[in-house]
């Protein structure tokens, strides 16, 4: 565990240290932190850009997917000398270009029931920056059991939204007002199949997406900063500052057609843990074995 700062380090990260609440204590646990982004597109990216700049130790990035030109709109570490490369590959590349102090841990390979588990385990903090619904179930369910906590977002078109999701991490089958929810408390079943429309069929704004990237980068950020990600040890009481905040959902909307206020922020208050959550709550049997085996099944859930 790094316990001092260079003078490199200083040099580099005093803007953000002079920030109240911050200082060299916040910086060091910044250092000493590791965060996984799942998904290297349009959130992934500006959430890992942030995320290097303010010096987070260990930065894990999942995806098993190339650059295409149709992504550089709005991906904005891609660039056009890098399309074919993939995805994981690209990225380091540029973060090591904003800072090389960071150790930055490829996964070539998509997300799946058979590897979350062993993915997500060693990390501190986990962003779900992906597009599809049944891997934002998937990656709620293994933040729950292995006491995770989870920034979540997702975009199309002219909107975004965010949530903070398991912060502070409390056991599967603890419900009581300081339980945060988890994504099946706040969205119980995804939408069908037929339902669902990609980016690449509803399109899809670059700031929109980028907008919720970086939220979800100072929420980690924060959550870090706040040893928010640390859950309470047997029998030790939950500090004042460790109880939880209102579950908010953040909506972005973004209107192309207005001159004046051209975007707006909404935020909706979310319920707690609920008793009856199928991931979560008092009575629930979702295991890590299960999920490996195929229960549940997150395509036909």
């Known amino acids: 565990t790094q316990k001092s700062l260079s003078k490199e380090e200083i040099e580099r990260y005093s803007r953000q240290m002079i920030v109240p609440g911050m200082g060299k204590e916040g910086q060091l ?8 982004i799942i998904g290297a597109g349009g959130l992934g990216c500006p959430a890992a850009q942030y995320l290097a700049g303010a010096g987070v130790g260990t930065i894990g990035i999942v995806d098993g997917d190339s ?38 841990v490829p996964y070539r390979f998509d997300l799946t029931p058979q590897n979350a588990a062993q993915i997500i385990k060693p990390w501190d903090v986990i962003l779900d920056c992906t597009d599809n619904p049944a891997t934002r179930y998937l990656i709620s369910d293994v933040c729950v ?16 939204q965010l949530i903070v999701l398991n912060c502070p991490p409390t056991p599967q ?33 670059g700031p929109v997406v980028g907008m919720m990237g970086v939220a979800q980068a100072g929420e980690a950020i924060k959550i870090l900063v706040s040893q928010l990600h640390m859950p309470p040890k047997e029998g030790e009481e939950v500090s004042p500052e460790k109880n939880l905040v209102q579950p908010t959902l953040l909506i972005y909307t973004y209107d192309l057609n207005s001159a004046i ?11 707690g843990r609920k008793k009856d959550c199928f991931a979560c709550g008092e009575n629930s049997t979702l295991t890590l074995d299960g999920i490996k085996s195929g229960n549940p099944n997150y395509v036909q859930q």
Do not use: W
């Not at 646990?29 to 996984?36: G, Y």
């Not at 206020?261 to 319920?271: H, I, N």
């Open 173 to 205: 089958g603890v419900v009581n007002k300081k339980a945060a929810p988890c994504y099946r408390c706040c969205f119980k079943k995804p939408p069908p199949p037929s339902a669902q429309t990609s980016k690449g069929e509803a399109g899809i704004m």
């Open 261 to 271: 206020g051209p975007y707006s922020f909404r935020a909706l208050k979310m319920g």
């Open 145 to 160: 059991l292995l006491g995770k906590p989870l920034v979540s977002a997702a975009s199309v078109q002219k909107s975004g």
């Open 67 to 104: 650059v295409e030109t149709s992504n550089l709109h709005r991906q904005v570490a891609h660039a056009t000398k890098r399309v074919g490369m993939l995805k994981v590959d690209s990225l380091i590349t540029h973060l090591i270009e904003i800072n090389p102090l960071p150790v930055y």
């Open 29 to 36: 646990r910044l250092m000493n932190a590791k965060v996984l």
